[in-house]
T-cell receptor
């Protein structure tokens, strides 16, 4: 399968600071990237969908000013958690797809995840 | 909104046993996917199903897309210790038009050697 690399894998930050998480598609071009949040022992909850070159679409209840998403190229999307607080501590996962491959069922490939701890 | 019910929530089995888990939906999906997630990692795709009634295998794994398009099951035969992990189903209504994946709650599998 295709490779999606997420960085960093773990980050600890102080309350009030901002943290940037990168998601890169290494061997394919991702027209669309998805950002998920996962609490321990729970399922993946979609936060937002980002298409290259346009603004991200956020799910209901997700603060767009809190979770800034940028998808400036076909291989990179970033999620910035601004003014992080302890309740933002979670496992954040990205996934990427190439929707230009019409006529073919293309799967979404996931990054390794980022464990964010806000202290 | 759309919801997926995945069961069982957890399973404790002996090595060599077969395992079955399933997902049901309140609405129709046109794609079902099954993922496995190891602790601290992202999900890895196991099997993708694109047509109602489709039965697909990947080694010891077999999954089926229900005829009603509202359910899917995953079977693992002759389980081994490395099968341990959390298995998620995911459904999508408009998969090839950028549709969102809706995930089930997960099934945590433990295998006793």
């Amino acid at each position: 399968g295709a490779v999606v690399s997420q960085h960093p894998s773990r980050v600890i930050c102080k309350s009030g600071t901002s943290v940037k998480i990168e998601c890169r598609s290494l061997d394919f071009q991702a027209t669309t990237m998805f950002w998920y949040r996962q609490f321990p022992k729970q399922s993946l909850m979609l936060m937002a969908t980002s298409n290259e070159g346009s603004k991200a679409t956020y799910e209901q209840g997700v603060e767009k000013d809190k979770f800034l998403i940028n998808h400036a190229s076909l291989t990179l999307s970033t999620l910035t958690v601004t003014s992080a607080h302890p309740e933002d501590s979670s496992f954040y996962i990205c996934s990427a797809r190439d929707f230009r491959r019409t006529g073919v069922n293309t799967e979404a490939f996931f990054g390794q995840g980022t464990r964010l701890t806000v202290v | 909104g759309q919801q997926l019910n995945q069961s069982p929530q957890s399973m404790f089995i002996q090595e060599g046993e077969d395992v079955s888990m399933n997902c049901t939906s309140s609405s129709i999906f046109n794609t079902w996917l099954w993922y496995k997630q190891d602790p601290g990692e992202g999900p890895v795709l196991l099997i993708a199903l694109y047509k109602a009634g489709e039965l697909t295998s990947n080694g010891r794994l077999t999954a089926q897309f229900g005829i009603t398009r509202k359910d899917s099951f995953l079977n693992i035969s002759a389980s081994i210790p490395s099968d341990v992990g959390i298995y998620f189903c995911a459904g999508c209504e408009f998969y090839n038009q950028g549709g969102k994946l809706i995930f089930g709650q997960g099934t945590e599998l433990s295998v006793k050697p």
